[in-house]
């Protein structure tokens, strides 16, 4: 049986999508994924790709690390994305139209010498 993998990635979360076409399990660092993330509402996004794609009885095997949870969750919906296009080329045109192919490149701005924050700064006073 063939494996297929993706690479997902968003702020400093990083999520390695492993699956194959077996039964329907997901595990997220070894653990089950209603254990990994706690509420529902939050990993709905994950099953995007699989939900447009209509792809059934997938074996899916996730590492993640790094960030929060929220882009964990976004990181591993990117990659899972990227998994089903190597899994069957014709997913290109539905996954990229709803936009699951291109990661997020914002970051945090860095802090600058002489300011509180990256942008904040003291009050200043003319007189």
């Known amino acids: 049986m063939k494996i297929y993998s993706g690479c997902g990635k968003k702020k400093c979360a990083i999520a390695r999508v492993f699956f194959k076409i077996k039964k329907n399990k997901i595990k997220i660092n070894n653990l089950n994924i209603n254990e990994y993330f706690n509420k529902k509402l939050n990993y709905k996004l994950i099953f995007d790709p699989i939900k447009l794609t209509n792809s ?28 089903l296009l190597c899994y069957n080329e014709k997913y290109k045109k539905i996954l990229s139209d709803n936009k699951l192919l291109t990661r997020d490149s914002r970051m945090v701005e860095r802090k600058k010498i002489g300011k509180i924050k990256s942008r904040k700064s003291k009050q200043f006073s003319k007189r």
């Open 56 to 83: 059934k009885n997938l074996d899916i095997k996730i590492s993640v690390r790094g960030g929060g949870k929220c882009s964990q969750i976004f990181a591993i919906r990117n990659g899972l994305a990227k998994a």
